[in-house]
């Protein structure tokens, strides 16, 4: 079954690509500049890859062998391959109006209407796959007709999907990362390859090295070195006391530091001021939350976006109001008001307003309830999967490494352990000592 992770993986790379679609769409509607050479390339890699390679496979193998094997799939498969051979046509379609728009003949709001809608068929396409035909395939193809789908995915000398056309796609991929707003985060997938494998190419946004901090003459931090690659999900744990906070703060630039070094994006920020960190994309949602209680919600998550330009806080606000629905209902109340659990969300919320180049959550799971936790836990998969670059501070040691592609185990001021999330959670010291196992 090979060939589903691949197919999950290049859903999972389409997704984002729609994501950041409908992202710079709805940024054209709040006044943002229309990007021609963005959206060119990102439909050529969606007529290139999704239309004239991912599609036919998919019809030729895996949707022909599950017809032969299962009277009920017929369906949902023909309205999935009527969506193939209608691709292509609604991509031409919407190249038209790109045209249009970008000579002043086309308004961009019509243009940015065109785009959401067909994102929304494309996501809609990709959630009926892979909650409906990737589950019947495995329930009822037969090893032989795994076999043959596993070569037709796996062929490395087969001109769809060899080495060749990977390069061509990582390629187009890279042109799409190249060209986006720097604020939709599109630098963590590329062409379906394995997450791992893929962050370790991007390049380094956040390198910390000796970095000291002291509290008096406690010092609290102790030489740590670490490092955060563009879309990556680091985690940072270990036990009260450990440090962690203070590092976070010391990325921030709250807490000052006595020696090592802090670069951000290439640029030593050592010595610079927390607030000039944050207009440089280091957003922060602290432990406790910190709130502003005796302001709004909308007047909290406003303060979030000051660095802003204030053409796009509002549609930044309603995108807040999309992920935290509870926050909408309660937009007028102080914030004071609101439960440890919405506070929480208010608390990302703003962070997020700030559209960070890094997100850094400090014990986002603090204090909630165990379905909270998981609520929290699912909108920080959602921004990982979006591509967000995210330094996650965390006691809960298995919920964060879970998610993390790689982590940090902080003792006293120190570093003692690295790896990826998943080498971690399997380290017998990590799980003894964090995990209770």
């Known amino acids: 079954m090979d060939a589903l992770t691949i197919i999950s993986q290049e859903h999972s790379n389409m997704w984002r690509l729609a994501t950041a679609l409908d ?4 940024d054209m509607q709040a006044g943002a500049p229309l990007e021609p050479a963005f ?5 050529d890699y969606i007529s290139q890859f999704v239309d004239h390679m991912h599609h036919p496979k998919e019809d030729d193998f895996l949707f022909r062998l599950l017809r032969l094997r299962s009277a009920e799939a017929a369906e949902v498969l023909d309205a999935l391959e009527a969506d193939h051979r209608q691709g292509p046509h609604n991509l031409t379609q919407l190249r038209a109006k790109l045209n249009a728009a970008a000579q002043g003949q086309l308004p961009i709001a019509e243009l940015a209407v065109a785009i959401n809608r067909y994102t929304d068929v494309l996501k809609g396409h990709i959630k009926t796959e892979e909650k409906h035909v990737l589950p019947l395939a495995r329930k009822a193809l037969l090893p032989q007709d795994w076999a043959e789908i596993d070569q037709a995915f796996l ?34 997938s590329v062409d379906g390859l394995p997450v791992a494998s893929v962050v370790a190419q991007q390049p380094v946004l956040l390198q910390v090295q000796g970095l000291e901090s002291c509290y008096g003459r406690i010092k609290a931090l102790k030489g740590i070195n670490l490092e955060v690659r563009r879309g990556e999900t680091v985690a940072l744990v270990g036990a009260n006391g450990a440090g962690k906070t203070t590092f976070l703060r ?6 000052p530091i006595s020696a090592g070094s802090i670069h951000f994006d290439g640029e030593d ?4 001021r927390s607030d000039k960190r944050m207009r440089r994309g280091i957003c922060q949602s602290p432990e406790g939350r910190q709130v502003f209680g005796p302001l709004t919600i909308e007047d909290n998550l406003r303060l979030g976006a000051y ?5 796009q806080v509002a549609g930044d606000m309603e995108k807040i109001f999309a992920m935290f629905p509870v926050l909408k209902e309660k937009r007028a109340l102080p914030a004071g008001t609101l439960s440890g659990g919405q506070q929480q969300m208010l608390a990302i919320g703003r962070a997020l307003m700030g559209r960070p180049s890094l997100l850094l959550l400090d014990e986002p799971s603090m204090g909630l309830a165990p379905l909270l936790v998981e609520e929290v836990f699912n909108v920080i998969k959602t921004l990982k999967a979006q591509g967000m670059t995210i330094l996650l501070v965390e006691q809960n040691a298995f919920a964060a490494l879970a998610i993390a592609d790689r982590g940090y185990v902080l003792e006293t001021g120190s570093v003692t352990l690295t790896g990826t999330g998943q080498e971690l959670i399997n380290n017998e010291q990590v799980r003894a000592a964090y995990l209770g196992m």
């Open 23 to 26: 992202q710079v769409a709805s």
């Open 39 to 43: 959206f060119e390339a990102a439909l």
């Open 155 to 188: 062929n490395h000398s087969d001109p769809v999907f060899g080495d060749q056309a990977k390069a061509e796609f990582r390629e187009l991929f890279h042109r799409i990362v190249s060209l986006a707003p720097d604020s939709i985060g599109m630098g963590a």
């Open 250 to 255: 010391a990325v921030s630039g709250v807490q």
């Open 269 to 272: 920020i050592s010595k610079l």
């Open 307 to 311: 660095t802003q330009p204030k053409h």
